[in-house]
């Protein structure tokens, strides 16, 4: 297919192979056993990274800390949150804002997969571990 491009109200469509390079799969994003994660650094200027979870019952990150806020968004199950000295249970449909340096984790307490999106607001993941690293949880390089 031809690369097109068009004019809408003064913005330029991208074309076809500037479109391809925004598009990623899943599989092609750095992985976990728990998680896909997006690092907004590694596509240009994105400000942001993502992390969707889908993690089993009982599975989680350690206690730990960044130095900018992050959100969860729960698209399905139940997590026990902790963030500072607080607990909080929350489900589906639920949006949970940890606070920039706030000690925070989570543990999927429910009966069947946890999926959420975990959206830190950095390019790049700053994460310092307050218990001990969690290689199961710590991010890994691109491939």
């Known amino acids: 297919m ?3 491009s068009a004019s809408l109200g003064g913005f330029e469509a991208w074309s076809e192979n500037r479109a391809m390079r925004s598009l990623i799969d899943f599989d092609d994003l750095p992985q976990t056993e728990n998680a896909h994660e997006f690092v907004g650094a590694d ?4 400000p942001f990274s993502i992390i969707l979870v889908h993690s089993a019952p ?3 990150p350690r ?3 960044h130095p900018y806020a992050e959100v969860f968004v ?3 199950g139940q997590a026990t949150f902790q963030l500072g ?3 909080i249970v929350v489900g ?3 949006i949970v804002v940890g606070p920039s340096n706030v000690p925070h984790g989570f543990t999927n307490t429910g009966r069947g997969e946890l999926r959420l999106t975990a959206i830190p607001g950095a390019a790049n993941f700053n994460t310092e571990w307050l218990s001990g690293s969690d ?3 710590t991010s890994k390089p691109k491939r």
Request: net charge negative; glycine share 16%; aromatic share 8%.
């Open 2 to 4: 031809a690369a097109r």
């Open 92 to 94: 589906s449909g639920q």
């Open 85 to 87: 000295d607080d607990e």
């Open 43 to 46: 596509y240009g200027e994105v």
């Open 74 to 76: 729960v698209e399905s």
């Open 58 to 60: 009982g599975a989680g």
């Open 63 to 65: 206690l730990h800390r």
């Open 135 to 137: 290689p199961v949880w």
